[in-house]
Nanobody, 120 residues
Framework: QVQLVESGGGLVQAGGSLRLSCAAS????????MGWYRQAPGKQRELVAT???????NYADSVKGRFTISRDNAKNTVYLQMNSLKPEDTAVYSC??????????????WGQGTQVTVSS
């Protein structure tokens, strides 16, 4: 089993910054892509950013230029640096990892989510 544990959420004023972390632990061979998603109240979950094992990144248009995704493969950890935060960034942020198990199976895993609240 794989566990993804997020940290770094909280309350911040508009224009401020937060850094989210998500660490994967358990028994697995490797991790392919990792990503951050968010879900605001009453809305569907949406992709925020993804990063491949090789470091290629992809961002939602709404966060381009403000958010930066990165990862430390040695630590099985993905980060999301969020700058110039806006009230519309308020949501529960969850990380996702594409896990490759020793059996050869591929399976996506989700963290429990961390709340980010941006006040105006």
């Amino acid at each position: 089993q794989v566990q993804l544990v997020e940290s770094g959420g909280g309350l911040v004023q508009a224009g401020g910054s937060l850094r989210l972390s998500c660490a994967a632990s358990g028994s697995f061979f490797s991790i392919n892509a990792m990503g951050w998603y968010r879900q605001a109240p009453g809305k569907q979950r949406e992709l925020v950013a993804t990063i491949t094992s090789g470091g290629s990144t992809n961002y939602a248009d709404s966060v381009k230029g403000r958010f930066t995704i990165s990862r430390d493969n040695a630590k099985n950890t993905v980060y999301l640096q969020m700058n110039s935060l806006k009230p519309e960034d308020t949501a529960v942020y969850s990380c996702n990892a594409a896990i490759v198990y020793y059996s050869g199976a591929h399976r996506g895993s989700w963290g429990q989510g961390t709340q980010v609240t941006v006040s105006s």
